[in-house]
Nanobody, 116 residues
Framework: QVQLVESGGGLVQAGGSLRLSCTASINIFNLNAMGWYRQGPGKQRELVAVTGRGGSAIYEDSVKGRFTISRDNARAMVYLQMNNLKSEDTGVYYC??????????WGQGIQVTVSS
């Protein structure tokens, strides 16, 4: 069973930065897309950013220019650098990894709280 472990969340003031990390216990040769989702209070889970195996990335509009997703294929890790954080970025952030076979795996979620 593939397990994902997230770290790096916490409480930060508006305008501050956090870096999320996620480690996946998956065969690196079976690793495909890696991404981050979030669920704000009273909201549905939404895509924040996703990156393909070659490093291409897609971002949700509200985080463009502030967040950067990156990955280390050899270590099966994905990162999310979050700068200029806003109160609306508050939520639980989930790591998501997809295998070449199409299976999707989720982390347990990590809290990010931005105080205004």
């Amino acid at each position: 069973q593939v397990q994902l472990v997230e770290s790096g969340g916490g409480l930060v003031q508006a305008g501050g930065s956090l870096r999320l990390s996620c480690t996946a216990s998956i065969n690196i040769f079976n690793l495909n897309a890696m991404g981050w989702y979030r669920q704000g209070p009273g909201k549905q889970r939404e895509l924040v950013a996703v990156t393909g195996r070659g490093g291409s990335a897609i971002y949700e509009d509200s985080v463009k220019g502030r967040f950067t997703i990156s990955r280390d294929n050899a270590r099966a890790m994905v990162y999310l650098q979050m700068n200029n954080l806003k109160s609306e970025d508050t939520g639980v952030y989930y790591c998501n990894v997809k295998s070449n076979g199409g299976s999707a795996y989720w982390g347990q979620g990590i809290q990010v709280t931005v105080s205004s």
